[in-house]
């Protein structure tokens, strides 16, 4: 599972990207973040997909350049070859601290 940050034109933009993605993949979760005089979106999107795969869908749906051009890995939840959740990983992470 991997999160990801990009930023799009509009709340329309995001919503057709996350169509086509939805159908691909589970979104794990997507938080989206609209500023407040101008139409531009920031969104966090989670989800079992790679940066490579994500573009490539970006790149099908007519006029998501700024998608594109924005889209970035921004975390990558792997232990061991195992994916794991961001509960799972701070788990991890106490338990680690209380070993040591």
């Known amino acids: 599972m991997n999160t990801y940050g990009f930023r799009a034109e509009c709340l329309h933009d995001v919503l057709n990207f996350l169509a086509v993605v939805g159908e691909r993949s589970r979104i794990s979760a997507c938080r ?49 070859g195992f994916v794991l959740t961001a509960f799972q990983s701070l788990v991890l992470q106490s338990s680690l601290i209380i070993a040591s």
């Open 32 to 80: 989206l973040h609209q500023d407040a005089v101008f139409p531009d979106v920031e969104v966090e999107l989670v989800v079992f997909m790679s940066l490579v795969e994500l573009r490539k869908v970006a790149h099908e749906i007519i006029d998501l350049h700024v998608i594109v051009e924005s889209l970035e890995l921004k975390r990558r939840w792997i232990c061991d």
